[in-house]
């Protein structure tokens, strides 16, 4: 079962708790008593830190590498994560504490199983409300570790009456029970339910109540336990919570699919998009509304041609320049440098002084490619001779590609639009930065 925000509700789940298990079962062998002090925060760093250790030793193992969710976490990575969940939440280790300290008997010999029932409650407890409280994260609906749980009966409850639908002429009897009617043919809703969405709440209903006949005990709508007592004689609210589950099963149907390919594919297509709409002219698609019939309407103000470059940042911006161009392998004074030699007089720094550096660098990169003769030094990477490239340049100016991506394309457009209002004509001569200093 897959539910917005759930990590733990998966296939995975029972090796997971089967690992932490086998771990806790070490840990309280070689720490014992250590491990139930009057101080339980003691205790609980003990146990969490031997726990990590043990974890970290099984991390090779086929059950520790296995798959423990649809979203790519290993057993191991899900066995951790809740480990360190169970530090951050310690009455549910003081409840374990308590629990044992009146259990004498898990000291003794062969009490392993005991010890283990105790420690599989804890993590299935501490299981549910993870995913209770990250579900409510997700969705902004209010969402209880029991709640969790009836989602997780509801699933199963699915999947038996799926299994007994598929084998309904073995199963005959509890089919008809279910359907609320005895079954002559296969019955219609056996081709029709297709997901959780068409399982119908009077059936779950029905199903728990022929499990006491057909099954091994009560169901669990019939049991004694008020657990699910909201959900009893309650079909639709049934009806809804399956619901929930298949549309959600159906949103993240691409788990299994490579999906990363699509940003770059967007990419190319954004790429080839600017690419048509430099070549023809007119305004492209985001750039309809904004169109106007004078040019004294546009509410663009005209570039100030006498402004100067921008000033040097403030020292925090400096000390983010400083670790993130030390984090790309350039010099930590790059930005500096590179801001130091700026051409105040070039024509495409004055009309782009409101752009960062990092945006003009990318216009250049755009317009007259990596290695043109006329940058200077201290724009080049050192190790290449070249450029940066966009993507260390947006790490430079503290940005997401696409938005370097759009602010080049941006500034390429303020270019292209000033060239032709009958400035200097826009071509690879009057962009190069050392060929304008000259020129004038």
């Excluded at 990590?7 to 995975?12: V, W």
């Excluded at 750039?287 to 663009?300: F, G, S, W």
Aim: proline share 7%; net charge negative.
């Amino acid at each position: 079962m897959r539910l917005p925000g759930t990590r733990y509700q998966e296939h995975g789940w029972e090796q997971v708790r089967k690992l932490l298990g086998h771990c806790s079962l070490q840990v309280f062998a070689r720490a014992g008593e250590a491990l139930l002090p009057a101080q339980a925060d003691a205790a609980l760093a003990l146990y969490t830190d031997l726990m990590a250790e043990t974890l970290s030793a099984s991390a090779r193992s086929a059950r520790a590498e296995a798959s423990g969710n649809s979203y790519g976490e290993s057993v191991f990575e899900l066995a951790l994560s809740l480990l360190y969940e169970l530090q951050a939440r310690p009455a549910d280790w003081v409840a374990l504490c308590q629990v044992l300290a009146g259990e004498p008997s898990w000291r003794g010999t062969g009490a392993e199983a005991l010890l283990r029932k105790k420690i599989n409650d804890l993590y299935a407890l501490l299981r549910d409300k993870v995913d209770a409280d990250n579900y409510q994260a997700a969705c902004g609906r209010p969402c209880s570790p029991n709640r969790m749980y009836a989602y997780r009966m509801l699933d199963t409850a699915y999947g038996d009456i799926a299994r007994l639908f598929a084998d309904w002429q073995t199963h005959r009897a509890q089919v008809g029970a279910i359907l609320g009617r005895p079954l002559d043919a296969m019955p219609i809703e056996v081709r029709q339910m297709r997901s959780a969405a068409q399982c119908k709440g009077e059936w779950v209903l029905r199903w728990s109540a022929s499990q006491a006949a057909f099954g091994a005990g009560p169901g669990p709508l019939h049991t004694r336990s008020k657990r699910f007592a909201s959900l009893k004689e309650q079909p639709d609210k049934i009806a809804a919570m399956l619901a929930e589950i298949a549309d959600y099963e159906e949103l993240s149907a691409n788990r299994d699919q490579e999906w990363a390919s699509d940003a770059n594919e967007a990419t190319v297509w954004m790429d080839d998009l600017w690419r048509v709409l430099e070549q023809a002219p007119g305004a492209g698609p985001d750039q309809i509304q904004a169109a106007v019939a004078d040019p004294l309407d546009d509410p663009t103000p005209e570039p100030d041609l006498d402004a100067l470059p921008d000033a040097d940042p403030e020292p925090a911006e400096l000390l983010r320049e400083s670790a993130a161009a030390a984090a790309l392998s350039l010099p930590p004074s790059f930005m500096q440098l590179a801001r130091a030699v700026q051409d105040a007089g070039s024509w495409t720094a004055r009309l782009l002084h409101g752009q960062s550096l990092a945006v003009r660098l990318a216009v250049y990169l755009k317009m007259l490619g990596s290695a043109d003769d006329s940058y200077p030094a201290e724009w080049r990477d050192p190790a290449t001779g070249e450029l940066p490239t966009m993507a260390q340049l947006a790490v430079l100016d503290g940005v997401s590609l696409p938005t370097l991506r759009k602010r080049r394309d941006g500034a390429i457009a303020e270019l292209t639009a000033a060239a032709a209002r009958s400035l200097p004509p826009l071509n690879a001569t009057s962009m190069r930065p050392q060929a304008q200093k000259e020129a004038m």
